[in-house]
């Protein structure tokens, strides 16, 4: 066996019955020099029959038990065995193409300034797909280059989990996966971030992402939007925030107050709120009077930082160019928020 280029970090928990065409994505990528961490993560059903039968016919598989403990603890114990310089995820629901992790592979080699990648995915079964999760493929799969990610960062993680490899070392270096209570891939990707990694993704859509009643992002609470508004709050705080400068937020509706609800658990107050709406204009709303957008370039004092909270793409884009012909740069002076 040639020595392994990438680790894959598998979680497999109650996965039999599409765990095999996982499998076999797996087997048929153009670089074969991988290695596969398993972790049957507290299966009831025939997932580690499966993984065994696995095991016993690629060398390149290791099975890891993890009994329950949920998957942040799964991957990170994975991550601990991983014996590469690169890790890459994976989940047992999804399909891999085959050029996968040979794209990704040759993508970090020749971009040294890249410490994580992902690649464009596709949601499947079609049928299954509804508007919100067209709108988030479309807008996950216009990330590429880092700039594109960095600009997008607080509107949603911008990179899809089982798409990333990541560099060993700089995974290392951050913290690897921690157990917070929100989504441990968003986690991780703000620390990156935050600790000055780039990433980026592949345009090519190399992952079929399949919907399913029972995935964890349906069904836990670690993922719901409280979870993620609590992570990017407590990110947003810790390091993108200038200190000492007023807060504003753009847009008075079902993104921006609770935002504002968030940063004042943490004993932030918005100074105002800006909207559109003129049936808005006026109200105190969490202690912070909405303006109109043109009282937002008046006035004397120290120029506000602005949170463009507003879960609409087009509107977004609105805000933007809103808040450029106002003087307004982009990370020093505002930041969008979704």
Not at 40 to 69: A, F, I, K, P, Y
Not at 122 to 140: D, F, H, L, N, Q
Not at 213 to 222: D, K, Q, Y
Request: aromatic residues 8%; proline residues 5%; contains cysteine.
């Amino acid at each position: 066996m040639s020595r392994p280029l990438l680790s894959v970090l598998l979680p497999c928990r109650n996965a039999e019955e599409l765990l095999d065409e996982c499998i076999d994505s797996l087997q048929s990528q153009t670089l074969g020099a991988y290695e596969v961490l398993a972790i049957d993560d507290g299966s009831t059903d025939g997932t580690r029959e499966r993984l065994e039968g696995w095991v016993r016919n690629d060398r390149r598989v290791r099975l890891l038990d993890r009994r329950g403990l949920g998957i942040t603890s799964a991957l990170q114990q994975a991550a601990g065995e991983a014996r590469t310089a690169l890790l890459a995820r994976m989940d047992a629901d999804d399909i891999a193409h085959p050029e996968r992790f040979e794209r990704q592979w040759r993508f970090l080699r020749r971009r040294a300034d890249v410490a994580a990648c992902g690649t464009g995915v596709r949601y499947v079964p079609r049928a299954s797909v509804g508007t919100g999760y067209r709108r988030y493929e479309e807008w996950i799969n216009a990330l590429r280059q880092p700039e594109d990610l960095e600009r997008d960062l607080f509107v949603e993680c911008p990179i899809a989990h089982p798409t990333l490899v990541v560099r060993a070392a700089a995974f290392r270096a951050v913290g690897g996966y921690r157990e917070r209570g929100w989504p441990e891939d968003y986690d991780l990707v703000l620390r990156l971030h935050r600790a000055g990694y780039r990433l980026a993704n592949l345009s090519t859509v190399l992952l079929s992402w399949r919907i399913t009643a029972g995935r964890l992002s349906m069904r836990s609470e670690r993922y719901a939007p409280a979870a993620f508004r609590r992570c990017k709050v407590h990110h947003l705080l810790r390091a993108y925030l200038p200190a000492g400068r007023p807060i504003v937020i753009w847009g008075a509706g079902r993104v921006g107050k609770p935002l504002a609800v968030e940063l004042l658990r943490h004993r932030v107050q918005p100074v105002a709120f800006v909207d559109l709406d003129p049936r808005k204009i006026g109200q105190v709303i969490h202690g912070a009077e909405v303006l109109p957008p043109d009282r937002l370039a008046g006035g004397a004092g120290e120029r506000p930082f602005v949170l463009a909270a507003v879960g609409s793409p087009g509107a977004r884009g609105e805000i933007r160019d809103s808040l450029g012909a106002l003087g307004f740069k982009e990370r020093a002076d505002f930041l969008v928020f979704a």
